[in-house]
């Protein structure tokens, strides 16, 4: 395994060491079945799901050749890989920014998300590769001695994002949440991990946010067993997750608004005003540019290690990114709610072509609007 921001991470390392020593021993990753693409749950020695792997080149676009596919959308029409704003089969490295945007901030939404190598025979190798462990393990017998790694197939690389336990679909919470509402407080609190989620998506520009992607915990009061004496005082907790975040980080903004909504916008909580917390939170980081630089070169560490890698490909997502943050800053300064947020014009701020010697961070920056407002509607 590899990771470039580990060593400052015990426990992920600990989680991901878990998970090899379980294939180690026959316990293997296992395919999510209502996945479009290729994910699986990661279990550990005691068969208990700890995290969820999603191989690079099993993603839909997963076997191009990536010299082919980067040549085909730099000179061709990227139209021809799925979301045309998308880099493609880049899922794995959306996955691990948006953790990362999201621990750099603190909105602590995202189960934790790195970059590793993984291998198990239960992930989709091509026969050669399938062909060539078979003949290595024959040689393993002849030749005791001669040791190879493990079952001799190529690690993957992908995203692995920790499983977090309690958790349900956002579709199940909502309906519940309409038909018996919990207490005011509880929704006040929704409401500020509702803002977190909001304030990721639209940093990330996020074109995959249905209500299946993202995940709710509520212990509600009635479903606490009243066994243990410490569970009957506290409050009862209401938390978001933030899963499946690999269509994030566009090199452009969508064309058409309407194909990939936020989908989030349509709930009542897009209309209340963003609160003071969440501007507290957000408002000193995002208005420090260096802390905006400091997000764009860690990203660019994260993003570089794809072999498809391309400069100005990313110089253009951090465009987008630049320009998600202006907006976003403005509109937390201006009281406006997720659903003024959504219908602000897409902006991107590009840097300057004749180098950034200036102290002064928008002197070596240039906004532009992309093409006409965005007009949101509510149906
Ligand atoms: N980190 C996680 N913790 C808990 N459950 C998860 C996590 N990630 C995914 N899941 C579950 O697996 C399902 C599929 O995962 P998802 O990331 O949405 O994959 P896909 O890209 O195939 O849609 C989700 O709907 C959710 O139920
Ligand atoms: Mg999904």
């Known amino acids: 395994?590899?990771?470039?921001?580990?060593?400052?991470?015990?426990?992920?390392?600990?989680?991901?060491?878990?998970?090899?020593?379980a294939i180690d021993n026959g316990i293997f990753p296992e395919r999510i079945?209502?996945?479009?693409?290729?994910?699986?749950?990661?279990?550990?020695?005691g068969g208990k799901i700890v995290g969820v792997f999603?191989?690079?080149?099993?993603?839909?676009?997963?076997?191009?050749?990536?010299?082919?596919?980067?040549w085909m959308h730099k000179l061709c029409c990227p139209c021809c890989f799925g979301r045309s704003c998308l880099?493609?089969?880049?899922?794995?490295?959306?996955?691990?920014?948006?953790?990362?945007?999201?621990?750099?901030?603190?909105?602590?939404?995202?189960?934790?998300?790195?970059?590793?190598?993984?291998?198990?025979?239960?992930?989709?190798?091509?026969?050669?590769?399938?062909?060539?462990?078979?003949?290595?393990?024959?040689?393993?017998?002849?030749?005791?001695?001669?040791?190879?790694?493990?079952?001799?197939?190529?690690?993957?690389?992908?995203?692995?994002?920790?499983?977090v336990e309690g958790y349900k679909d956002a579709d199940y919470w909502l309906r519940r949440f309409e038909q018996e509402p919990p207490s005011e407080r509880i929704m006040d609190k929704f409401q500020l991990q509702f803002e977190r989620l909001v304030v990721l998506d639209y940093i990330i520009r996020n074109t995959d946010r249905g209500n299946d992607n993202w995940l709710i915990k509520y212990d509600a009061p009635a479903s606490r067993g009243m066994t243990d004496p410490s569970e009957w005082s506290g409050e009862p907790e209401v938390r978001i997750a933030a899963i499946d975040n690999g269509l994030a980080f566009p090199f452009k903004h969508p064309d058409s608004w309407r194909a990939y909504p936020y989908h989030w916008a349509w709930l009542p909580q897009a209309k209340r005003p963003f609160s003071q917390e969440t501007k507290q939170l957000v408002l000193p980081l995002l208005s420090d540019m260096s802390f905006v630089q400091e997000l764009c070169d860690e990203l660019h560490v994260l993003f570089k290690q794809d072999k498809g890698f391309d400069r100005g490909l990313f110089e253009r997502q951090m465009s987008v990114m630049r320009g998600q943050l202006l907006n976003l800053t403005q509109a937390l300064k201006d009281g406006k709610s997720p659903v003024q947020l959504v219908q602000m014009p897409a902006v991107v701020v590009e840097r300057s072509k004749g180098g950034s010697t200036s102290s002064r961070f928008f002197d070596s920056f240039q906004q532009r609007f992309q093409h006409k407002s965005p007009f949101f509607s509510w149906w």
């Open 54 to 70: 999603k191989p690079k080149d099993e993603e839909p676009y997963g076997r191009l050749n990536p010299k082919w596919t980067k």
């Open 33 to 45: 079945y209502q996945g479009s693409s290729g994910s699986y749950f990661v279990k550990n020695p």
């Open 87 to 163: 880099i493609p089969n880049q899922g794995y490295l959306s996955e691990a920014g948006a953790s990362l945007v999201d621990s750099k901030i603190g909105l602590r939404i995202v189960p934790k998300t790195r970059v590793v190598k993984l291998v198990s025979e239960t992930f989709n190798y091509l026969r050669i590769d399938r062909e060539r462990s078979r003949l290595k393990r024959a040689i393993t017998e002849q030749f005791p001695n001669l040791r190879f790694n493990r079952m001799g197939l190529p690690p993957k690389m992908g995203s692995f994002q920790v499983f």
């Open 1 to 21: 395994m590899e990771f470039p921001f580990l060593c400052n991470d015990p426990q992920f390392t600990e989680l991901v060491w878990q998970a090899e020593v």
